[in-house]
């Protein structure tokens, strides 16, 4: 009898456990041990690469900030405060909360064996630079790596229940992501926030795509990721975004059928417009269960948004960093749109230029974006008028927006710094800074391309918020591309049946390793005297 009924249940399209699709590829746990391994394997980095070229308490750069901040929480002195520190105290809790009930345990254990005695078991410092570094070394890779690992089977099993996973793509894509180079080499070896703030982004956004996730925990993880970076809470927005549209589509189907953005918007309008205007009680109701339908997926975000601008508005009067005011006053930048569609060209290019030649060399012609047909597609009479307009539009950008933070201009240990002083400093020739303009204008349009395979519900979350996160920020700061790029891959790759997705994942993470080689062998072995002080100091190249 049990068989019959399973048939009926699997018939009826009822969703498989996510373990089920997860579980194991060829007897080894795929969401598990490669996090372990990056685990293990960025930790050896930081013990006996990174750790020996730095004395026990040579901090590097914003380290002199963030360690003594944890080592206060540490010390459950949370009235404490550097007011040079920017962002919320989420990496500082969750260390203070990870080592001092470990090192406790630990010691215990070894005091119970005769390996400590009395006095050097009050003596340890639980929290000394690098156990703090190992905080990252050890838990943030791995963590993004679990979690974008787990988005890619969400959103999978969300869209398209009929076809199977080539898991490996998404094993060699996730450890691409927990290896970005630009968070891992070598920020994932030293306690700094942006490893922690990118991996909390994705274990909420893991739970949130889950509907076997509790809504408290929800919450924990939205408030945890906010508590990391405060601009994360622009990705709460954006989850909350999509959930509010297709809440629409499913109160009012007419909208689905749109083929753009401006016809969607238009569409919802016009809905809406009706159920306000025309007194029909039918229409009333598909109101109040849109309304309904929305609170009820929304309530975990909304929860959290409401908190935090809660704390802004009433704690913090009105201002969304905590500490250096001055020095982090927002600023409408609308080039830093342009900088970033560089800087995902940039680093997907393994991607593209992979899955294009894939496409050439076969036989078969895939069904999904490529890059030489998104090329082929700008003869098109639309896509050239829309890159020649995005071209006028981008020269006056570059003509009234090139505009420089004085960190930019003054810290020669980043790259941007030389990259800045090489394009844009005013004693190069005007021209310079207008060579990129095609290229700005060629990458606005290939990111909005790669995005239609996306939902319309997606790209329009994504286009209101990826602005609204960069263009208020006046520094021009690779690191806060990162997460806005991870969501784009993360949505943009997520149709899984091209048969070179595999290749193509395993070349992009062989690049970004080749990359992290190069970043960390310039960081570690060729160290420059700083010209920030007269001590003489060494300091190191980083992003």
């Not at 180079?181 to 922690?196: E, G, N």
């Amino acid at each position: 009898m049990a068989a019959p009924v399973a048939t009926k249940e699997a018939r009826r399209g009822r969703q498989k456990p996510l373990a089920q699709y997860s579980e194991t590829i060829c007897g080894l746990n795929a969401s598990i041990l490669p996090a372990v391994v990056l685990s293990t394997v960025t930790f050896y980095l930081l013990r006996y690469v990174v750790q020996p070229l730095f004395g026990p308490d040579e901090y590097y750069i914003d380290e002199e900030f963030h360690v003594p901040q944890a080592r206060h929480y540490c010390r459950a002195a949370f009235h404490k405060w550097d007011p040079k520190i920017t962002t919320l105290p989420g990496l500082y809790l969750l260390s203070s909360t990870v080592l001092v009930p470990f090192m406790k345990i630990y010691d215990t254990i070894l005091s119970l064996f005769g390996v400590l005695d009395h006095d050097v078991f009050h003596g340890n410092d639980p929290c000394s630079l690098v156990a703090l570094r190992a905080v990252n070394a050890v838990g943030a890779p791995a963590f993004l790596y679990y979690a974008f690992y787990r988005c890619q089977l969400l959103l999978f099993l969300n869209e398209n229940k009929k076809t199977m996973i080539p898991k490996w793509s998404c094993v060699f894509l996730a450890l691409s992501v927990a290896t970005f180079p630009v968070i891992y080499a070598p920020y994932s070896m030293l306690y700094y926030t942006d490893a922690w703030a990118t991996a909390s982004v994705f274990l909420w956004y893991s739970s949130h795509l889950s509907n076997e996730t509790n809504f408290l925990v929800k919450i924990i993880f939205g408030g945890f990721s906010v508590l990391c970076r405060q601009t994360n809470i622009a990705w709460l927005v954006f989850a909350s975004i999509i959930d509010v549209c297709h809440c629409a589509e499913q109160c009012f189907p007419k909208i689905k059928n749109s083929v753009s953005i401006c016809s969607y918007i238009q569409a919802t309008i016009i809905e809406f417009y009706h159920c306000c205007s025309i007194k029909n009680k039918h229409k009333s109701k598909k109101l109040i269960d849109f309304f309904q339908k929305c609170l009820r997926v929304t309530f975990p975000n909304v929860i959290v948004i409401l908190s935090f601008f809660s704390f802004v508005v009433l704690l913090n009067n009105g201002d969304i960093v905590v500490g250096d005011r001055r020095a982090h006053i927002p600023r409408f930048h609308p080039m830093q749109l342009c900088y970033f569609v560089v800087f995902v060209l940039a680093f997907s290019l393994p991607w593209l230029l992979s899955q294009a030649y894939f496409s050439q060399t076969s036989n078969s012609v895939s069904k999904h974006f490529n890059l030489a047909k998104a090329f082929h597609e700008i003869h098109n009479n639309t896509s050239k008028v829309l890159v020649v307009t995005l071209l006028i539009i981008i020269s006056g950008l570059v003509y009234f927006n090139t505009i420089a933070h004085p960190y930019l201009l003054a810290d020669n240990r980043h790259y941007t710094f030389y990259v800045w002083r090489l394009l844009f400093s005013p004693g190069k020739p005007v021209f310079l800074r207008y060579l990129p303009v095609p290229l700005y204008a060629c990458g606005l349009w290939l990111v909005n391309r790669t995005l239609i395979q996306s939902s319309i519900a997606y790209r329009l979350a994504y286009w209101i918020v990826t602005p609204l996160i960069l263009c208020a920020q006046f520094l021009l700061e690779p690191r806060y591309f990162v997460v806005p790029y991870l969501m784009y891959r993360l949505h943009s790759n997520k149709q899984f049946t091209n048969s070179h997705t595999f290749k193509a994942a395993f070349i992009e993470f062989i690049a970004y390793q080749v990359f992290n080689f190069v970043i960390m062998r310039v960081f570690l072995y060729s160290p420059f005297v700083s010209s920030m002080d007269n001590t003489g100091r060494m300091d190191r190249f980083t992003w």
